[in-house]
């Protein structure tokens, strides 16, 4: 074998390589409908996630450090100023603080968390909601098809459980989901 055809093949198999990284990777934008509940009823709109940048694991870990230390208040602090994506839902367009992606056995669970409430409803919620800082659109991606599904807390709380997992609690039965969730790039 002679260095071209060793060349031309270590190049075959990096393109390769990188063609199935690619095929297999979380995605950066997302499209469907949000189906939310709201004070007023049920609302369904388009929805754009986008992700500009994926937080690594040790970021991840020290977030949830900085939220079973400080609370909430600090996890705001330590999130409000970064820009990893952003969120496009009907009119309203909100910034990204964090984008995770964890692999799952048929392709991966993304977080997206937004630094505020995802306004969906024409009433403000009441002084109690302001326990509830965070947006946060949690979704499920199929490796294979490019499709998927998931849910959406418009007003949710974090919290560290007994087992030192992120726990998400929604405001008042704000919560929503989403409809016809695929892939786009």
Do not use: C, W
């Not at 071209?4 to 093949?9: E, I, L, N, Q």
């Not at 977080?111 to 659109?137: C, H, M, N, W």
């Not at 979704?139 to 499709?147: P, Q, T, V, Y």
């Amino acid at each position: 074998m002679n260095a071209r055809t060793v060349f031309g093949t270590v190049i075959a198999l990096t393109l390769l390589a990188a063609l199935a990284t690619a095929a297999y990777s979380p995605g950066r934008e997302f499209t469907g409908t949000a189906v939310v509940n709201t004070t007023e009823g049920t609302r369904s709109m388009p929805l754009t996630l986008v992700a500009n940048r994926y937080a690594s694991e040790d970021e991840v870990k020290q977030l949830a450090e900085v939220l079973a230390s400080g609370g909430q208040s600090s996890l705001l602090g330590a999130i409000r100023y970064r820009n990893d994506g952003q969120l496009n839902l009907g009119a309203e367009v909100r910034p990204i603080s964090l984008v995770f992606a964890e692999e799952t056995r048929d392709g991966y669970r993304i977080l997206f968390l937004t630094a505020r409430r995802i306004d969906v409803s024409e009433k403000q919620l009441g002084q109690e909601s302001l326990e509830y800082p965070f947006g946060i659109a949690e979704i499920e991606i199929d490796s294979f098809s490019g499709r998927g599904e998931g849910s959406l807390h418009v007003a949710a709380a974090l919290e560290i459980d007994s087992s030192g997992n992120v726990e998400i609690i929604d405001y008042d039965g704000q919560d929503g989901y989403f409809r016809d969730l695929r892939k786009v790039r």
